[in-house]
C-alpha cells in the first residue's frame, strides 16, 4: 500500500448566525460545498515500458481543450465548540479523446500505428475522509490538524476504434493522509481561501516492496467568496491538482511489458463555487 502525506491549507468563510441549515444549539453542524467549472491539462507526459513511447498527451492525443470540473464536499463539525470536523470529499478527474496519433505508439507489448484511430482515457478520481480537530477557539477562524483516508481509482487505457486492440491498468487502493486546515475572514463579507494538499514518497520504503517508485501529487487553490446574508456563500476559486508517479512495478493488473512507468499530470481548473451552512 502507498502512504501519502497530505497538508491541507483553508482559509475561509467566517460563521454567521442565520445558518440555512444548522441550529446554534446542535451537537452537530452540517456544511455543504460544490465547485463547478472548466479543467485544462498544463501539461501530462506517460510512457508505459521502457521502450515504451513517452507521449505528451494533451498534444499527441488530443487533449487539448477544456473538460468539465467538480467537486462536492461535506463537513459535519462536532462538539459544543464544534472543533472536531469529520469532512467527506469527492474529487472526479476523468479525460477522454480520440484521435489518430501521426507516429507509432507502443504501449508495453502494444504498437498502435501511425495513422490508426484510438479512444484514450485517464481518469483518477478519489473518495477521502479526514477527521481534524481546530486549536484556534475562535468562532470566525480555525487552524485544525487531524488524519484522512483517500481512496484512488485509477484507469488509463488505450483502445483501437476498430476493436483490434486495446491495453489497459486499473488500480484501487487506500492512501493515509494527515490534513491541516486554516481558515479566517477578509471582512464582515468578504473571505478568502488557500489550500494545499501534497506529498512526495519513496514508495518503496512506505511499502516494503524492493520496487524503485518514486511518487508525488498537490492539490493547490486560491479562493475569493462572499457572504449572501441568508443564502449560500459564493466563491471562485482557481486550483492546481497534479502529480504521478516514476518507477518499476511489479502490478499483476498493470500493463504488459517490463513493468516501468512514467506519469505526470499538471492541470488548471477555474471554477465557481457555493457553500450552505
Known amino acids: 500500500m502507498i502512504a501519502w502525506l ?15 441549515l444548522n441550529s446554534p444549539d446542535a451537537p452537530v453542524a452540517v456544511r455543504l460545498r460544490a465547485d463547478l467549472g472548466a479543467v485544462s491539462q498544463l501539461s501530462h507526459r506517460l510512457q508505459v515500458d521502457t521502450d515504451g513511447t513517452r507521449v505528451r498527451i494533451p498534444r499527441q492525443l488530443g487533449q487539448d481543450v477544456l473538460y468539465p ?13 464544534r472543533r472536531n470536523t469529520v469532512s467527506f470529499l469527492y474529487q472526479p478527474l476523468d479525460f477522454r479523446s480520440e484521435i489518430a496519433p501521426t507516429d507509432d505508439l507502443v504501449v508495453g507489448d502494444v504498437t498502435f500505428a501511425a ?21 484556534w477557539p475562535e468562532q470566525d477562524r480555525e487552524l485544525a490538524f487531524g488524519l484522512a483516508l483517500q481512496i484512488r481509482n485509477a484507469i488509463i487505457a488505450y483502445t483501437a476504434l476498430d476493436g483490434s486492440q486495446a491495453v489497459a491498468s486499473r488500480d484501487v ?7 491541516g486546515r486554516l481558515r479566517g475572514p477578509l471582512s464582515e463579507d468578504w473571505w478568502y481561501s488557500a489550500e494545499i494538499t501534497g506529498f512526495y514518497a519513496p514508495i518503496s520504503v512506505l511499502n516494503g516492496s524492493d ?4 511518487g508525488a501529487v498537490a492539490d493547490a487553490s486560491f ?5 449572501t446574508g441568508g443564502g449560500p456563500d459564493l466563491f471562485v476559486a482557481l486550483r492546481y491538482i497534479g502529480g504521478g508517479s516514476t518507477g518499476q512495478s511489479d502490478n499483476p493488473d498493470g500493463f504488459a511489458g517490463d513493468g516501468f512507468v512514467f506519469n505526470w499530470l499538471h492541470t488548471a481548473a477555474l471554477t465557481l463555487g457555493a457553500e450552505v451552512r
Open 223 to 227: 479562493k475569493v467568496g462572499l457572504q
Open 6 to 20: 497530505t497538508l491541507t491549507a483553508v482559509a475561509g468563510t467566517p460563521d454567521r448566525p442565520d445558518s440555512l
Open 173 to 179: 487502493g487506500p492512501v493515509p493522509l494527515l490534513v
Open 115 to 135: 495513422g490508426e484511430a484510438l479512444r484514450f482515457r485517464y481518469s483518477f478520481p478519489f473518495y477521502r475522509v479526514s477527521w481534524m480537530y481546530d486549536l
Open 69 to 81: 470540473f467538480t467537486r462536492f464536499q461535506l463537513d459535519l463539525d462536532v462538539g459544543k465548540q
Open 211 to 214: 520496487n524503485d517508485v518514486v
